[in-house]
């Protein structure tokens, strides 16, 4: 079993920035490769990026390319987005999970089913 916990989410305007941080509870953090999905109100949820296990391999979706950075520091058992140009359709409710299966490319890399674990998620909410 792994915890997740995520925070860093909160209000910013439009062009602004926010960090997200992923908290996992076990040590076994690097074999894992982690995920950021998003979740906006009457929507699906959907991918954001992905990082491989190493950290070697990153995935992500069209709307984050350019603008979104996802890294890990496994000695700290930490994920993180860094999200930069905020537009208003980024607001969302910003989810992390670990997978212990997905494979080297983008499709499996933004299958949520490939995901086992969750954390609860951070609320980002970007204003115009």
């Known amino acids: 079993q792994v915890q997740l916990v995520e925070s860093g989410g909160g209000l910013v305007q439009a062009g602004g920035s926010l960090r997200l941080s992923c908290a996992a509870s076990?040590?076994?953090?690097?074999?894992?490769?982690m995920g950021w999905f998003r979740q906006a109100p009457g929507k699906e949820r959907e991918f954001v990026a992905a990082?491989?296990?190493?950290?070697?391999?990153?995935y992500y979706a069209d709307s984050a390319k350019g603008r979104f950075t996802i890294s890990r520091d496994n000695a700290k058992n930490t994920l993180y987005l860094q999200m930069n140009s905020l537009k208003p359709e980024d607001t969302a409710v910003y989810y992390c999970?670990?997978?212990?299966?997905?494979?080297?490319?983008?499709?499996?890399?933004?299958?949520?089913?490939?995901?086992?674990?969750w954390g609860q998620g951070t609320q980002v909410t970007v204003s115009s």
């Open positions: 990082i491989s296990w190493s950290g070697g391999g990153t």
């Open positions: 999970a670990a997978s212990s299966t997905f494979g080297a490319t983008y499709y499996s890399a933004s299958y949520y089913a490939n995901y086992d674990y």
């Open positions: 076990r040590h076994t953090f690097s074999s894992y490769a």
